[in-house]
């Protein structure tokens, strides 16, 4: 089989590493793809963006399955047009790609079928959403409706502060279009939980808990990122709040979806906080979580191609999806001063045997140089959490490039649940 992989991120190479291991991949070609993912597949320069590039690519080389991996591509109607030209695809389609497009969709989706959430309020008015805050509960938490590179979403802890949240997303627009409308919704507390799930839109099958860190600096402090790191399962995630989530959100989530004509198919991403109410979903993706799937699939004991083909044939309640019962911890190495300016072109030196996702790098004359804010994420399983921690921080010891920058307390918090 020719396998078609849509983007050029870690997230992208840890899903190639997977289906390379199934024995009817012949080749796989990672449109963009980056200069680490070109040890695994053939990387075409194609924009992940560039829909009707990546479609006549795909018709051209008679590739027999094509996955597309980041938001934008989806949202933008990517599997549509697949599709539309006979190739089989894991992912959304673009009316089921809303529930990650449009906050204003999600949250409304959510009132609508009940499925628990915080209390939120959707403006398209900018003078209603500053008066709304006058009297609004404080810290507050100000969403852009449309994808905005994973920023789109202030907590302010003052009342001005969230005021100029709303003036900069829909007078300054800096978030383009994705702040014409936005949501104000209710602060909530509690341990985060990320959920990435199987689903064909009758059964939903949920992979291993994660817990991402997003935050740049130790103690989750400084700003918001892509996703500093990741440990797999999360401690936090019982089997109890497991069997809760699958009633109260999982289920009625692809239940509504199918309701509204907009049957989900492919990774459908739970973004959950466990409240002192209850589990409560903060977001949607529409796809596989960055760097989540660094230490999901690496614990993934199935095939993924023949799940992925699995849910193309409407079929996934006869897949097998086991996973194993060890544990992973993915730390991303980034180029110090991200998310903010960074510099790049640094050679990077890592061992070849380890589980290293490569997320942003070239290759010039030859030489694996950075070339993201994010560059790398190093991934260890072992028997136990703490083992794996301890592991990838070993490894992270033995890759260099000048001006590497990662979090020293990776799976830290994860640790203390264990504890308790
Ligand atoms: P998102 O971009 O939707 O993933 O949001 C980024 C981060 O903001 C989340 O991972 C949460 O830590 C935080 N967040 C989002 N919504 C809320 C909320 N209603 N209450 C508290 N924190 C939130
Ligand atoms: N790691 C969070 C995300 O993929 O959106």
């Not at 089989?88 to 609508?112: C, D, H, Q, W, Y």
């Not at 086991?322 to 510099?343: L, R, T």
């Amino acid at each position: 089989m020719k396998v078609l992989v849509v983007g050029g991120g870690g997230r992208e190479h840890a899903i190639i590493k997977k289906i390379k291991e199934n024995k009817n991949v012949e080749e796989i070609f990672a449109l963009p793809g980056n200069g680490g993912i070109a040890a695994d597949a053939t990387c075409v320069n194609i924009g992940a963006k560039d829909i009707s590039a990546i479609t006549d690519f795909a018709v051209e080389n008679k590739i027999d399955f094509a996955v597309v991996a980041p938001d934008d591509p989806l949202v933008l109607g990517a599997v549509d047009s697949l599709n539309e030209a006979g190739i089989k695809t894991f992912g959304p389609n673009k009316a089921a790609a809303i529930i990650e497009g449009s906050k204003v969709f999600s949250k409304n989706l959510m009132k609508k079928y009940n499925i628990p959430t915080a209390e939120y309020e959707v403006f398209t008015d900018m003078d209603a959403a500053l008066a709304y805050l006058d009297t609004a509960p404080i810290p507050t938490v100000i969403k852009a409706d449309g994808l905005a590179l994973g920023k789109g979403v202030i907590i302010a802890t003052e009342r001005e502060e969230a005021k100029n949240a709303v003036r900069s997303m829909m007078e300054d627009k800096i978030f383009g279009d994705s702040g014409n409308n936005i949501v104000i919704e209710e602060f909530l507390e509690g341990p985060e939980v990320s959920v990435l799930s199987f689903t064909d839109g009758k059964t939903v099958v949920p992979m291993i808990s994660s817990m991402d860190h997003k935050r740049a600096k130790d103690n989750d402090m400084g700003l918001n990122t892509g996703g500093m790191g990741t440990v797999a399962p999360n401690p936090y995630y019982t089997d109890d709040i497991a069997a809760e989530c699958m009633e109260k959100i999982f289920l009625p989530t692809i239940d509504a979806m199918n309701k509204e004509g907009r049957s989900f198919s492919g990774c459908l991403y739970f973004g959950l906080m466990l409240t002192k109410n209850g589990p409560k979903v903060i977001e949607y993706n529409c796809r596989f979580g960055d760097p989540e799937t660094q230490v999901v699939l690496p614990l993934l004991e199935s095939d993924l191609l023949d799940i992925m083909l699995a849910i193309w044939d409407k079929k996934l309640e006869n897949a097998e999806v086991k996973f194993s019962d060890k544990s992973a911890c993915c730390v991303v190495m980034a180029s110090d001063g991200y998310p903010e300016k960074y510099n790049t072109g640094f050679e990077i030196t890592m061992p070849q045997d380890k589980n290293i996702f490569v997320a942003g790098a070239k290759i010039e004359d030859g030489i694996l140089k950075t070339s993201g804010g994010r560059v790398l994420g190093v991934t260890e399983v072992s028997d136990t959490l703490e083992n794996a921690i301890s592991a990838a921080y070993e490894t992270v010891k033995s890759v260099s490039f000048e001006n590497a920058y990662y979090r020293n307390d990776i799976g830290k918090k994860a640790l203390m649940a264990e504890v308790k």
